[in-house]
């Protein structure tokens, strides 16, 4: 069973780049999703199958996913991006599952 | 737009039973695979349940299987939760969760509604 591992905590002072880690053995073998969740709010999907953007999402978020760690990068990040932000894969099988990364809580500066 | 709506959420004993629901509006509720996510309080998300379109297929994270019941009426556009034996490290927000993609599994979420509190204490 996967256990995704992501940094506690990630800092960017505005209009630079963040990049949250999600890693795992193999992880590049699978799609891996990202979802942002504000204080209060419920989560929301920014990236889905490693790298494509739902409608409604700015540019600024794009993913990637290559051997042991998938990345999601944040562009220019504004003060509206301060979050936790959360990887997530499925295990599809006879008995699938659904697994989600510990969270990456990030802070702009 | 697509909404979801949960209630059913507050405050049950330690060996107790509650029952969620999840009202959905805005698109073809019979067509997708419906899950329920939860969150405990300062927490990470957990996968909880899905069922598929018809209801014909369930799957439980190992947690809760064996005490928590997924179904879904979808004349009603109504998903449910069953939820029994109840123990401390069930209180969470119960989030309401949909699939992407009519009449599939895709592993992962387009949209979340805004979640139900459950509290077990004695």
Known sequence: SYVLTQPPSVSVAPGQTARIACGENNIGSKSVHWYQQRPGQAPVLVVYDDSDRPSGIPERFSGSNSGNTATLTISRVEAGDEADYYCQVWESSSDPHWVFGGGTKLTVL | ?122
């Open chain 2, 1 to 122: 737009d697509v909404q979801l709506v949960e209630s059913g959420g507050g405050l049950a004993q330690p060996g107790g039973s509650l029952r969620l629901s999840c009202s959905a509006s805005g698109f073809t509720f019979s067509s997708y695979t419906m899950h329920w996510v939860r969150q405990a309080p300062g927490k990470g998300l957990e996968y909880v349940s899905a069922i598929t379109s018809n209801g014909g297929s369930t799957y439980y994270a190992d947690s809760v299987k064996g005490r928590f019941t997924i179904s879904r009426d979808n004349s009603k556009n109504t998903l449910y939760l069953q939820m029994s034996s109840l123990r401390a490290e069930d209180t969470a927000v119960y989030y309401c969760v949909k699939d992407p993609q009519d009449g599939a599994l895709t592993g992962y979420f387009d949209f979340w509604g805004q979640g139900t509190l459950v509290t077990v204490s004695s």
